[in-house]
């Protein structure tokens, strides 16, 4: 392996030296160097000597000097070669999200097309996987996980190159009588810099740290979307099934609406009936097909609704496919579930990281006016392109103290004002702790009043049906009134929809208060 010297050695040998080399040696010369970035830069400044003789022609009797220099620089990013070095997570390919900047040009690209069934488990896993909110969660817990690389390279060497090309010419004015000759020289010139920060005031560590809890402080807050997201997918789930359950229940009474205009009109017709009967029933079936109307346009935004959370297919209308009924039971005293709900909250954790944060923070500002100490080495190599002297190289090693100790007093005004913002955490913890505890303690007793009317509701449901019965079977014995059978039907809905309300507010409390303690199903 030569050294650098060797090698600018075995240059100079290749080359035919003479008292003034031409453009065309030079030239030459230069193509036997190995060092494609060198000789891309010297060629760029071969381009430009052609520029510089013509001026030197045009300007022998003006006293004009034209100076040129290129220089280029390949200093090496710390934060970028860490970050190549350390194997940082990124999201996997369902975390990707699709490029959907096209819109649709006709109406049939936005035409429904499709009806499918889904579970509510279904549901939850589209959503975790294609949820736009969750996606962006995941994507930030990359790029804060990617930072630490970012702040851990200030503890590293640090290693840069800088090289130089410089050509540099006059014409000689000697006297009244210019010279025909001028001067030129051209040097290409390399230096190698190491420093490595053995003192930084607590800085460098700190921005570590600062880096590690922004990762657990966004990791907290990917699992906060998550169950946000979770019961806003589990509540229009339940919108879902409400709907579907509205339709069915309009649809019973209907036929219901419908056998009893029936039954007016074949009173009327063996006697025993009046117009004002059929009048009555008439009007009770319009009534019961515009509710049945209204919850049709009702499942149709329930099912857009929870189609927007999922964000699938927007030609694909879902329909819930789980049955009505009680999704679980809880098995935690109050106390109990907020004890829980205090120590599974991310809300809770998230304010308890941003205060620490805060105090890393404090310790970086602090070091503003503290002092630094970095020890470095330098390698430089220089050679002459014009001349046939040997090239020099120097080196160089040392330690570089640097204190700014008087700063106006902004370092102790940032150290001030991260204390203040400690102090604004720990306030908004009491503030999240409370409203944590509102949440569960809403959601439990939202929940025992759902169970007990679910009781109460399917009693009154059998009874309205024994009821619907009895009137029907009055009216047609013609001891009962069409007035009687109509109040029955009313009842009878209104007993199906209180039980269905019944058992889907208690899913929705139970889902509430599964959310508010982290416990998932």
Known sequence: MLTPIQLFHQLDRRRVVTARPSRTQRFSFLSTIRFPPI?????????????????RAKSLGGGDTHHLQLATSNQSSPERSKIAQTN???????????NDLNLPKTG???????????????????????NRQVQASRLTVARSQASIGAAQAAQSVQVGLTSTLQNQGSPLIIGDRPQVGNSSNTDVQGNLQATYNVLSAGRNQSSVRVAEEQVRFDSLDLLRVEQLVRGQVITAYYDLQAADSAIIINQASVRDATRSLSDAQL????????????????????????????????????????????????NTQFTAADT??????????????????????????????????????????????SAQVNLFARYGLGKSLTTSTSAQDNYSLGAQLSWNFLDGGAAGSNSNREKVSQQIFENQFTTTRNQIRFEVEQAYFSLGSSQKNIATS??????????????????QAGVGTQTDVI???????????????????????????RTATILAQ
């Not at 009154?460 to 009055?474: F, G, I, V």
């Not at 199906?496 to 409390?509: E, K, P």
């Open 39 to 55: 000789l891309a830069i010297i060629g760029l400044g071969l381009g430009g000597l052609g520029y510089v003789e013509t001026a």
């Open 88 to 98: 940082t997570p990124t999201p996997d390919s369902n975390s990707k999200l699709p």
């Open 108 to 130: 049939g690209e936005v035409q429904i097309t499709g009806t499918r069934a889904i579970t509510l488990q279904e549901a939850l896993d589209l959503a975790f996987r294609n």
């Open 267 to 314: 009173q009327e017709q063996a006697g025993v009936g009046t117009r004002f009967d059929i009048l009555r029933a008439q009007v009770q079936l319009a009534t019961a097909n515009q509710d049945l109307t209204n919850s049709q346009g009702q499942q149709q935004t329930a099912r857009q609704r929870i189609a927007q959370l999922l964000v699938v297919d927007n």
């Open 324 to 369: 009505v009924r009680e999704s679980g039971t809880w098995n935690y005293s109050l106390e109990e579930s907020v004890v829980i709900a205090f120590k599974n909250r991310p809300e809770v954790k998230q304010q308890l990281s941003l205060r620490l944060i805060s105090q890393q923070q404090q310790i970086i500002a602090s070091a503003a006016d």
């Open 458 to 475: 399917t009693q009154a449901l059998r009874q309205a049906e024994e009821s619907l019965k009895l009137a029907r079977l009055r009216f």
């Open 487 to 513: 109040v029955a039907q009313t009842a009878l809905a209104t007993a199906r929809g209180n039980r269905i309300t019944a058992i889907l507010n208690y899913n929705r409390a139970l889902s509430s208060l």
